[in-house]
């Protein structure tokens, strides 16, 4: 197979990810933007975490939140608990690396907020401690996992959402994270805002 084949083979794994997706998440995400919105229109704000790629996604959702994604509207409250490397690395360094996030939620978090909880696994220990952690404060969780959702699967309660891609391939999981996050921005923007002009 010569590598033009081999990276056409990427984006038809891609597509049929996608497709499959398509019959089952749009309805769990109609409702994650429900929750979120709902949220923010009361002075809520969400607050979003990962690893690794899952981090990357937690920042990029905050970013197009209080920034802008499609259109010009005013900022929403959303905050990546995975950007202060003092918070992150004093955590991890005085107590353990499986609080770094479950600690920020505690100082950071109210009722009324939402937590956005990404893992690819759903297994990530410090994700889980964090959802708990949430719980403890009444804050809701949107449950963003790959696979057959993992520990998180179990851990969520009523008025929780869990947006799971079934998928062992943990790069086809992430591309369609990043599709959901698309959809959640957009969703949300149209909830608060109405129609893009």
């Known amino acids: ?9 990427h984006f038809d794994a891609s597509i049929e990810t996608k497709a499959r997706m398509k019959a089952s998440m749009p309805a769990a995400i109609a409702q994650a933007a429900q929750h979120m919105a709902a949220s923010l229109q009361a002075g809520g704000k969400i607050l979003a975490c990962g690893n690794g790629g899952s981090a990357g996604d937690a ?3 905050a970013a197009e ?7 010009e509207r005013e900022e ?3 905050i990546a608990l995975t950007t202060d490397s003092s918070i992150l690395t004093a955590i991890a360094n005085d107590y353990s690396f499986d609080v770094v996030f479950a600690k920020q939620v505690k100082g950071l978090g109210k009722p009324g907020d939402i937590l956005f909880a990404i893992s690819t696994s759903g297994n990530s220990k410090n994700v889980i401690a964090a959802i708990e952690a949430a719980h403890a404060k009444g804050i809701a969780v949107v449950a963003m996992t790959g696979r057959d959702g993992g520990r998180i699967r179990g851990l969520l309660k009523s008025g929780d959402v ?14 369609v994270h990043l599709l959901t996050l698309h959809c959640l921005c957009d969703a949300i923007d149209h909830l608060l805002f109405g129609e893009k002009p």
Do not use: C, K
């Open 1 to 9: 197979m010569n590598l033009t084949d081999h990276i056409t083979r």
């Open 59 to 61: 920042q990029h959702f």
């Open 65 to 71: 939140l209080v920034g802008r994604f499609e259109r």
């Open 76 to 78: 929403l409250a959303a």
């Open 162 to 175: 869990l947006l799971n891609v079934e998928s062992p391939v943990t790069a086809r999981i992430q591309e």
